[in-house]
């Protein structure tokens, strides 16, 4: 109970620090185990028990990573994922071999183990990063998640091929082995592969989720209990459970059932790595393990560059960011190494000097992502191409921003002949529109004087701001303001605080772009619940009116946060009086008399 007690404090204290300041969950695990583990405080004390158990957690996000991992979905990868990633892994784990081969005097199977487990980087630091910064869907994003599912894929073999080179001879491998390797994988393939799908349907009339999840649980421990009897890799049966599993009719419920155990034991394996540190290693050696940590991220960086600028097509902006989030050792690495060490391929100082080094790596990493941001905003950004050339008709409507808002504007606007301009800064976007129809879109960033001048701004009568990012909206409203005063802005609005800021520059009433859809829905929703279809549209118009005045109203305070609680405080107080009112005798008598008359929202 102690060390459960010390394990949630340490993650409840370290976490939300590390992520409130954008550098990730798992480097706020990394530090929870290096506090509470014999390295500073000692709280903990038992560092082999745990990492036993944490990695659990490893195997349970290789059986989701398998799960994710249908054969639809690597064909419609496969250049990005077997071409890129292919070639990172070889050219890096061959590179790292022959240093550690012939600079550092390691043996041959040792040097195959370190260069393959170094070239391999953290999936978690860098799929989380992306999804914290938004980034997963941009160019550099889609390439940097085929490197790391290569990687993944990469992670099992060379697990799987530890006790292989341990049991061999200096001369040859054992055969024996080998064919027994191969004889259990093709038994748990064949097997999984008409069993499994037949126990989930007999698991799954049960109807109970309890059962399910399970079941879940049961197969990933046997596939993984399975493969160590034979003297394989436990995450080798995992990913092979999922792979079995990943066009099955249950894989998005089962994902969502091992999603928070994967989370939890993923998280106390990041606690375990951070425990069993050897810190004393950076005071005894810092030079050592300071060059190891520099040469590790500069060989991968050299390496990575070419790859991301040659066969990812990246402009060299994309091409920093990606190698700011693969230089780093991954955790897979920590595995290959303890189980290294365990048969004695590498010593024990060697993977303690090793683990270290990359711990180091993998907590620099969101350091360099925000280092490697925040200098690409200072310098001047390029596109990846030229802008496009604006010949066109004179438009009354210019379109800034071709996405979900923008192109059903244009639809309406084209059906009924009315001559626009628009404007799209994502070259992707613009070239997937374009093959359906022939349209005036145009590659370009709406915020530059030139493309407003191309485009005709001062004949223009309406300008539409419908792009999705706020602060982008915000300077293109700010210089459309300045240099086009006569245009009529209708404004797309993120939230409250956008709204706020496009009313201070001019922009009359922004539409709030979840609002009148949220409005749509409550009517719905009151219309489930029985009530009858005139009184839902009354109480849906009656708010849509009041927070519309009280929006205006907070405008003029928005930059006060006690006035704009209080105003809050205070709406909401007047809306409750507003409808107990209605809830009163005469109320409904009074409307139907016209003293209130709704509106259709």
């Excluded at 300077?475 to 300045?482: F, I, M, Q």
């Excluded at 709204?499 to 949220?518: A, C, N, Q, Y």
């Excluded at 907070?554 to 006035?563: F, R, S």
């Amino acid at each position: 109970m102690q060390t459960a007690v010390v394990f949630l404090l340490a993650t409840v204290i370290a976490v939300p620090l590390t992520k409130r300041f954008r550098l990730g969950a798992v480097l706020g695990y990394l530090l929870a185990g290096v506090v509470i583990g014999p390295p500073l405080l000692g709280l903990v004390s038992d560092t082999e028990g745990v990492a036993t158990i944490s990695e659990f957690g490893v195997v349970l996000m290789l059986f989701v990573i398998g799960l994710e991992l249908s054969p639809q979905r690597l064909w419609v990868m496969r250049r990005a994922v077997f071409g890129t990633g292919l070639l990172q892994v070889v050219a890096t784990s061959l590179a790292i071999g022959a240093v550690a081969f012939y600079l550092f005097g390691l043996s041959g199977k040792a040097a195959v183990v370190v260069g393959g487990s170094l070239a391999l980087s953290s999936t978690a630091f860098g799929l989380q990063i992306l999804a914290e910064r938004k980034e997963a869907g941009s160019a550099y994003g889609r390439q940097v998640f085929a490197i790391l599912l290569f990687q993944d894929l990469a992670a099992i073999p060379l697990i799987a091929a530890v006790p292989l080179l341990a049991s061999s001879t200096a001369q040859s491998f054992d055969l024996l082995a080998i064919a027994r390797t191969v004889a259990v994988i093709v038994a748990v393939g064949v097997g999984g592969r008409y069993l499994l799908r037949w126990v989930f349907r007999f698991v799954a009339r049960a109807d109970s989720v309890e059962v399910f999840t399970a079941t879940a649980l049961l197969v990933v421990m046997g596939v993984a209990f399975l493969m160590e009897l034979a003297g394989l890799s436990a995450t080798l049966g995992a990913f092979m459970a999922g792979m079995l599993l990943a066009d099955s009719e249950y894989r998005h419920e089962m994902e969502s059932n091992i999603e928070p155990f994967k989370g939890l034991l993923l998280g106390l394996f990041f606690i375990s790595v951070g425990m069993s540190m050897d810190l004393s290693l950076l005071l005894e050696r810092p030079g050592l393990i300071f060059g190891l940590v520099a040469a590790l991220l500069v060989l991968k960086g050299v390496l990575l560059w070419p790859l991301g600028r040659l066969l990812g097509g990246l402009n060299r902006s994309d091409s920093l960011r990606l190698v700011m989030l693969l230089a780093c050792g991954g955790e897979f690495a920590f595995v290959v190494l303890r189980l290294a060490a365990e048969k004695h391929l590498i010593a024990v100082a060697q993977r303690d000097a090793l683990v270290l080094t990359i711990t180091l790596t993998m907590a620099l990493t969101p350091l360099l992502v925000v280092l490697a941001a925040r200098g690409l905003q200072r310098g001047p950004k390029k596109p990846a191409r030229e802008f496009d050339a604006i010949d066109t008709d004179t438009p009354r409507v210019i379109i800034a921003g071709f996405g979900r808002v923008g192109q059903i504007i244009a639809r309406v606007l084209r059906a009924q002949k009315i001559p626009f301009v628009a404007l799209e800064h994502s070259a992707e976007q613009v070239d997937f529109s374009r093959r359906f129809g022939n349209i005036n879109l145009f590659f370009g960033d709406p915020a530059r004087p030139e493309l407003l001048r191309a485009a005709q701004a001062e004949k223009a009568e309406v300008f539409v701001l419908a792009t999705d990012d706020p602060e982008a909206n915000l300077r293109t409203a700010r210089l459309v303001k300045r240099q086009y005063p006569h245009l009529k802005i209708i404004a797309r609005a993120r939230n409250r605080q956008h709204v706020f800021r496009l009313m201070d520059m001019g922009v009359d009433e922004p539409i709030r772009e979840t609002f009148h859809s949220s409005l749509k829905m409550t009517r719905m929703t009151l219309e489930a619940l029985g009530l009858p279809h005139e009184y839902a549209v009354d109480r849906v118009e009656r708010f849509r009116r009041y927070d519309e005045d009280m929006l205006k109203k907070q405008a003029l305070v928005y930059d006060d946060e006690t006035k704009l609680m209080q105003s809050t405080r205070d709406a909401l107080a007047d809306l409750q009086k507003l409808f107990e009112a209605d809830a009163e005798p005469g109320a409904e008598r009074e409307r139907e008399k016209g003293t209130v008359e709704p509106e259709e929202p």
